[in-house]
């Protein structure tokens, strides 16, 4: 191999390494965005729509803001995967900031039913409370930041039902 080819090879290797040490110190104190839900809607009996309507808050603990461009999601209760999304549809969010927005989500009818089984069953087993789970996959679109995924447990009582 010539010299002047060694010393080219060398170069882009170097160049290469410095480049990729670089982007793992972009997001050093990156934190995941934290993800509540604070409603969910029935759709209403005469609308043409007929997904149902999840409300979430989006927190960001970070000091940049997040160009979210799209989410996909599924709501989990009592082990159940009950109901599923996805939408771009989503808020700047700011630095330090929250929003709150509906996103469309599909049940599974068959899901559904099984989860209606379980609840018919629940006053048998003495259970007082539903746990649900929500799955969030973030895109932020940045080619230095893979999709982040988020995650929220919680109960549903089951005394108001």
């Known amino acids: 191999m010539p010299l002047c080819s060694r010393y080219r090879y060398l170069l882009c290797t170097l160049l290469m390494s410095a480049l990729l040490s670089g982007c793992t110190t972009l997001t050093p104190n990156f934190e ?9 809607k029935a759709p209403s009996p005469g609308s043409v729509d007929k997904l ?20 996909s999601y599924e709501l989990s209760v009592d082990g159940i995967a009950l109901a599923s999304g996805v939408t771009a549809d989503i808020p700047l969010l700011g630095a330090y900031s929250e929003a709150s927005f509906e996103v469309p989500v599909n049940l599974s009818v068959l899901n559904g039913l099984r989860l209606f089984k ?6 048998k087993e ?20 893979p999709k982040i995924s988020v995650s929220e447990r919680g109960v549903i009582p089951l005394n108001g039902i």
């Open 126 to 145: 003495g259970k007082k409370a539903l746990p649900y789970e929500l799955e969030a996959r973030i895109d932020v679109g940045g080619g230095w930041l």
């Open 52 to 71: 149902f309507r999840v409300g979430l808050r989006v927190s960001n603990p970070n000091n940049v803001a997040l160009d979210i461009k799209g989410m």
């Open 118 to 123: 379980r609840l018919l069953e629940s006053p």
């Open 32 to 40: 995941k965005p934290k993800v509540h839900v604070i409603s969910i």
